[in-house]
Structure formats: structure tokens, C-alpha cells
């Protein structure tokens, strides 16, 4: 049973970058075709597509986010992984991690303030 | 971003069937289908269907979803209390080589 597990700073100041990272277990990150994927939902909203990054390494991102978004992976961590640059309180959520949506994460709270 | 487009909320009795739509365009659900998503609060989200009517291994068999055009639907029957939550639909856009998702819609089952 594939598991996602999210991890990182939950607190970020403004203007700075957020980092989050996502372990994988029961199964390799680079075996298979799948898209491993970054969904973020703020307080009470809805669900917001932040971008993918295929078994290859290609990626798509969210038009409105793509000048701040990156995601990459590093099999050796069997990991993938989020950054989101000059963040502001409208980037305040839960950000979860998951694999072609059937497989999530928890989900980790990130909050944006000085 | 255009997402698709979700009534916030449907109300239905127990044991009684409630229909949800998402509406989108010709570049999202009605090119590829959509997903769907189950959210309980304090929970992640739960993949129910894909591609319109394929349901992953242990999604119940009172779920079926359907494509008509544009238009995604999702249709419960015989209604638990344990179906109340938010849906959520989703569709790969093309025009716009992303993923868009619906607002939800929450459904309370009387």
C-alpha cells in the first residue's frame, strides 16, 4: 500500500519560500507511470491544483502559480518535493502530496505571517 | 484559473438518491471526464471515480458517475449519514495543460 507523508517548516514568513517534501513509502517513486502531485486547500475553501511531476521528471504547473511554483523529485529519498517563492497570507492551507489523486497525504497546515 | 462549476450544497433524505453536477468545457470535462472526490472534514480528500465511471477497488457500488457533454454528474443512491461531506469534481484541462478542480458542493443527508 503506497503511503504520503507531507513534511516542512509551518510557519513562513512573508516574501520567503516555502519547502515541503514528500516521503513516499511502499513503493519506488520512480517505478511506474504515475504523476505525483501537490494540492493545496485554505480554511474552509476549496481544493487548488498546484502542479505535478511525472514518473520522467516533466512537469505542469497551475497557470496562476506557475512563476513561484517548482517541483522536483529525488528518487534516491524516494521523495518529491514543493517550493512556492514570495508567499503572502493568501498562501495560507493545508498543502497535500499524492499520487495520480487515489493516494494523499495528511496534509500539513502552512501558515504565512511574520 | 476557470475551474468547473459546482452547486454549493444538495440536501436529500436518508435512503434517498442525490444527483451532484459539474459543469466545465469542452477542454476539461468534456475532453477527458472528470473525477471525483469525497472530502470529510478534518480529512483528505478520497478519489471516488475517474474518467467518469471508473471506481478504485472498495468505492461503494451506490456511487456511479456519468458524462453528458460538458457536463459531469455523480449519483448516490440509498443515502447514509457516512455520504455526508463535500464533493469534489476535477478535470485535466488541456487548453490550459493543467488541473482544475469544481468549488464543492456539500451534501447533507437529512
Known amino acids: 500500500q503506497v503511503q504520503l507523508q507531507e513534511s516542512g517548516p509551518g510557519l513562513v514568513k512573508p516574501s520567503q519560500t516555502l519547502s515541503l517534501t514528500c516521503t513516499v513509502s511502499g513503493g519506488s517513486i520512480s517505478s511506474g507511470s504515475y504523476y505525483w502531485s501537490w494540492i493545496r486547500q485554505p480554511a474552509g475553501k476549496g481544493l487548488e491544483w498546484i502542479g505535478r511531476i511525472y514518473t520522467s521528471g516533466s512537469t505542469n504547473y497551475n497557470p496562476s502559480l506557475k512563476s513561484r511554483v517548482t517541483i522536483s523529485v529525488d528518487t534516491s529519498k524516494n521523495q518529491f518535493s514543493l517550493k512556492l517563492s514570495s508567499v503572502t497570507a493568501a498562501d495560507t492551507a493545508v498543502y497535500y502530496c499524492?499520487?495520480?489523486?487515489?493516494?494523499w497525504g495528511q496534509g500539513t497546515l502552512v501558515t504565512v505571517s511574520s | 484559473q476557470a475551474g468547473l462549476t459546482q452547486p454549493p450544497s444538495v440536501s436529500k433524505g436518508l435512503r434517498q438518491t442525490a444527483t451532484l453536477t459539474c459543469t466545465g468545457n469542452s477542454n476539461n470535462v468534456g475532453n477527458q471526464g472528470a473525477a471525483w472526490l469525497q472530502q470529510h472534514q478534518g480529512h483528505p480528500p478520497k478519489l471516488l471515480s475517474y474518467r467518469n465511471n471508473n471506481r478504485p477497488s472498495g468505492i461503494s457500488e451506490r456511487l456511479s458517475a456519468s458524462r453528458s457533454g460538458n457536463t459531469a454528474s455523480l449519483t448516490i443512491t440509498g443515502l447514509q449519514p457516512e455520504d455526508e461531506a463535500d464533493y469534489y469534481c476535477?478535470?485535466?484541462?488541456?487548453?490550459?495543460?493543467?488541473?482544475?478542480f469544481g468549488g464543492g458542493t456539500k451534501l447533507t443527508v437529512l
Open positions: 476535477s478535470a485535466w484541462d488541456s487548453s490550459l495543460s493543467a488541473r482544475v
Open positions: 499524492a499520487r495520480d489523486a487515489l493516494y
